[in-house]
């Protein structure tokens, strides 16, 4: 069976045509993306959706040909109903429901978060994964416990990836800036600057840090001392939590997802944590890091086969949902 899986909770609009196939691994046919920028700072929801309604039809027909498929051959439609901003998920479920409906297809609607679990975990080859989600509104320690997704550590208050690309902004970089630091750190080698490190049982902060950074900048400390510390301090906290919630949960595996784990610092700390505890580590691609509709349709197969689908008129979008609701 062919799945269509429409990603559209934030800065991304994305399709892809996952072929599902008995006993086998799932074959990504095409994972095309639009990402919507801006050099201004913010994400504008009324802009946003605007890029959304721009790109959708384009999108769609470039996954359909790189998947060498047409709609009518597609067996699922599958969308992000949560969590997101509510003007960018309108227009994907309007697009699944538009598609479900001018087609008789079967439709679901699942999470976002859960989406980057599910791929982390189909990709690995893994059945018992914990998943760091590292992305710019997201940070978060999931895992499926006891018959339900849990969170078992998350930031306290902004997202990593947000954090990251204020530090980018105070230093004078263009957005996005994870990757900029990531550049600025390889080319650092003096000591590490000490940084608020704020882990609060399973949970981090970061709000600390930024003031801390704000001084550093204003004391003359250099960039690439302060990428590499940031970085260091940063990737420190998450890998804490992540090791806490494997000795928790007993998985056997930790995956990543978002767009900062595409950060290969990041990646080796967290292999070798993941060495010395004699556990699994599996980083997908990034195209798969990324928020992308791969994992929107790997999740809606396997929720589809559990669970059903949507009645088209009850397919709507939930801005708020938490995985524990899912
Ligand atoms: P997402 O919200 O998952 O699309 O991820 C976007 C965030 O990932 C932005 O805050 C970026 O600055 C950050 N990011 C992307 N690449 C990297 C990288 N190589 N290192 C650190 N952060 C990154
Ligand atoms: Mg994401």
């Given at each position: 069976?062919?799945?269509?899986?429409i990603?559209?909770?934030?800065?991304?609009?994305?399709?892809?045509?996952?072929r599902?196939?008995?006993?086998?691994?799932?074959?990504?046919?095409?994972?095309?993306?639009?990402?919507?920028?801006?050099?201004?700072?913010?994400?504008?929801?009324?802009?946003?959706?605007?890029?959304?309604m721009?790109?959708?039809?384009?999108?769609?027909?470039?996954?359909?040909?790189?998947?060498?498929?047409?709609?009518?051959?597609?067996?699922?439609v599958?969308?992000?109903?949560?969590p997101?901003?509510?003007?960018?998920?309108?227009?994907?479920?309007?697009?699944?429901?538009?598609?479900?409906?001018?087609?008789?297809?079967?439709?679901?609607g699942?999470?976002?978060?859960?989406?980057?679990?599910?791929?982390?975990?189909v990709?690995?080859?893994?059945?018992?994964?914990?998943?760091?989600?590292?992305s710019?509104?997201?940070?978060?320690?999931?895992?499926?416990?006891?018959?339900?997704?849990?969170?078992?550590?998350?930031?306290?208050?902004?997202g990593?990836?947000?954090?990251?690309?204020?530090?980018?902004?105070?230093?004078?970089?263009?957005?996005?800036?994870?990757?900029?630091l990531?550049?600025?750190?390889?080319?650092?080698?003096?000591?590490?600057?000490?940084?608020?490190?704020?882990?609060?049982?399973m949970d981090?902060?970061?709000?600390?840090?930024?003031?801390?950074?704000?001084?550093?900048?204003e004391s003359?400390?250099?960039?690439?001392?302060?990428?590499?510390?940031?970085?260091?301090?940063?990737?420190?906290?998450?890998?804490e939590v992540?090791?806490?919630?494997?000795?928790?949960?007993?998985?056997?595996?930790?995956?990543l997802?978002?767009?900062?784990?595409?950060?290969?610092?990041?990646q080796?700390?967290?292999?070798?944590?993941?060495?010395?505890?004699?556990?699994?580590?599996?980083?997908?691609?990034?195209?798969?890091?990324?928020?992308?509709?791969?994992?929107?349709?790997?999740?809606?197969?396997?929720?589809?086969?559990?669970?059903?689908?949507?009645?088209?008129?009850?397919?709507?979008?939930?801005?708020?949902?938490?995985?524990?609701?899912?």
């Amino acid at each position: 069976m062919l799945v269509l899986g429409i990603e559209s909770t934030a800065h991304t609009f994305g399709v892809a045509i996952v072929r599902m196939q008995a006993a086998e691994q799932p074959q990504v046919l095409a994972n095309v993306r639009r990402t919507y920028t801006t050099t201004s700072g913010g994400l504008i929801p009324a802009k946003l959706s605007e890029h959304h309604m721009n790109v959708f039809s384009s999108v769609l027909s470039d996954a359909l040909v790189q998947a060498g498929a047409s709609v009518p051959d597609v067996g699922l439609v599958a969308y992000s109903r949560s969590p997101g901003i509510g003007h960018a998920l309108r227009i994907g479920a309007g697009v699944a429901r538009s598609l479900a409906l001018r087609h008789s297809i079967p439709l679901v609607g699942v999470n976002h978060c859960v989406a980057h679990l599910e791929v982390g975990r189909v990709l690995s080859g893994r059945d018992d994964v914990s998943l760091l989600y590292a992305s710019g509104a997201n940070t978060q320690v999931l895992a499926r416990e006891g018959g339900a997704y849990r969170v078992f550590g998350e930031t306290l208050d902004l997202g990593v990836g947000n954090f990251l690309d204020t530090v980018a902004r105070l230093l004078g970089l263009g957005f996005p800036g994870g990757p900029q630091l990531e550049e600025l750190a390889k080319q650092y080698s003096g000591p590490l600057i000490e940084l608020p490190y704020s882990v609060k049982g399973m949970d981090v902060s970061f709000s600390g840090m930024q003031t801390a950074v704000k001084r550093l900048i204003e004391s003359g400390a250099s960039a690439q001392g302060i990428a590499f510390s940031v970085q260091e301090t940063v990737f420190a906290m998450l890998v804490e939590v992540s090791e806490r919630a494997l000795a928790h949960t007993g998985k056997e595996c930790l995956v990543l997802g978002g767009g900062v784990a595409c950060n290969a610092r990041l990646q080796e700390m967290c292999r070798l944590m993941c060495v010395d505890r004699g556990v699994e580590f599996f980083a997908p691609p990034n195209e798969f890091l990324v928020d992308n509709g791969a994992m929107i349709a790997l999740l809606g197969a396997r929720v589809f086969a559990q669970s059903g689908g949507v009645a088209v008129s009850k397919a709507g979008i939930d801005p708020y949902e938490r995985v524990e609701q899912c």
